[in-house]
């Protein structure tokens, strides 16, 4: 005989006991286990604050991506034209064919790491902790492109990258013009047959496919092993396809490969640990740290979370099964 109870739906999380009863016939005896999992209240109030939280964490990665593309339509009127010695172009030359395969593995990476995302259970947090985690990059890399000016890696720079203006009476025009087609495009210029240069230092091509193979690790079911073992060389044939091309230095994706590790992971250490611990835990140092505070504050502080997915909507009900059938397959 099973039995189940649950405790009363409340704003935060909530815990659920599951009771199994066994009769023993010797000495009609009841033995009793309890387990507990932590799921999400489903009252109104909850649910739109969580949405709130990830729409306002979206529009901080917003800021992010916008300030990057209008500091490189300033840019690259200033940066110097001689590009800087690089390692791999002594033992490689230049490919121009490898500047689209990286974004090619980029967008693919970015819809498997989103469709992952999508299917979990706890979609808004993991969303919203994307959108957190991007933004902080972003934020970094605008700051870097602001104060340093590194010449275009390409070799055909002359051919490839756009002529500098000299400050003239339609410059305003020219930079909104620039800035509406980086917005429209995303930063993926590789079918456009001239494009805005200078936006080196640390690669945010590498940022993206980073970001996005981490969340594939850390997101998909144990059992989903296969779109693990396929992120791993998606994302550095692509890390290498940015160099290999002549878009970035090695030292850009380099730098941009520590870092997103560096954000990504030390932001799951430190809002996976009880909550009660985080204020005083070292990485609580970290500037960042106060910002995302408030967005983690009503996610349970159990641990990490359960990797289980779900339909995201009511119908039709045949996925929500499928779905729960692969949470048995998958664990």
Request: with cysteine.
């Amino acid at each position: 005989m099973i039995e189940t109870t649950s405790s009363p739906i409340s704003n935060g999380p909530i815990k659920n006991y599951y009771i199994n009863k066994d009769r023993i016939n010797n000495n009609n005896n009841t033995i009793i286990t309890k387990q507990t999992t932590t799921i999400y209240s489903t009252r109104t109030g909850t649910f739109c604050s969580e949405l709130v939280k990830t729409i306002v964490a979206f529009f901080c990665l917003t800021i992010s991506a916008f300030l990057n593309f209008f500091l490189l339509t300033i840019i690259h009127d200033i940066v110097p034209r001689k590009p800087l010695n690089d390692l791999v172009w002594f033992i490689v030359p230049q490919q121009s064919w490898a500047w689209p395969v990286g974004d090619v593995l980029s967008t693919v990476n970015s819809v498997v790491g989103f469709a992952i995302v999508m299917l979990h259970r706890h979609r808004l947090v993991i969303l919203r902790r994307v959108f957190l985690i991007a933004a902080i990059l972003y934020g970094l890399r605008a700051i870097v492109l602001g104060v340093t000016f590194l010449p275009p890696s390409f070799e055909n720079r002359d051919t490839i990258c756009r002529p500098q203006m000299n400050g003239t009476s339609m410059y305003a025009d020219e930079i909104m013009r620039r800035f509406v087609t980086y917005v429209v495009t995303l930063g993926l210029t590789s079918s456009q047959p001239e494009i805005l240069c200078g936006d080196l230092m640390f690669s945010g091509h590498t940022v993206v496919l980073s970001i996005m193979y981490f969340t594939q690790l850390r997101y998909s079911p144990r059992g989903l092993f296969l779109i693990r073992w396929i992120a791993l060389p998606v994302t550095f044939l692509g890390i290498g396809a940015l160099v290999l091309s002549g878009g970035h230095y090695t030292m850009d994706v380099l730098i941009a490969y520590w870092l997103t590790s560096h954000v990504f992971w030390a932001y799951h250490q430190m809002f996976e640990c009880p909550r009660h611990r985080r204020p005083k835990a070292p990485l609580s140092n970290i500037w960042w740290f106060w910002l995302c505070y408030w967005f983690e504050s009503e996610v349970p502080d159990t641990g990490p979370l359960k990797n289980e997915w779900n339909w995201p909507f009511s119908r039709p009900r045949c996925l929500h099964r499928l779905m729960a059938t692969l949470n048995l397959k998958l664990k």
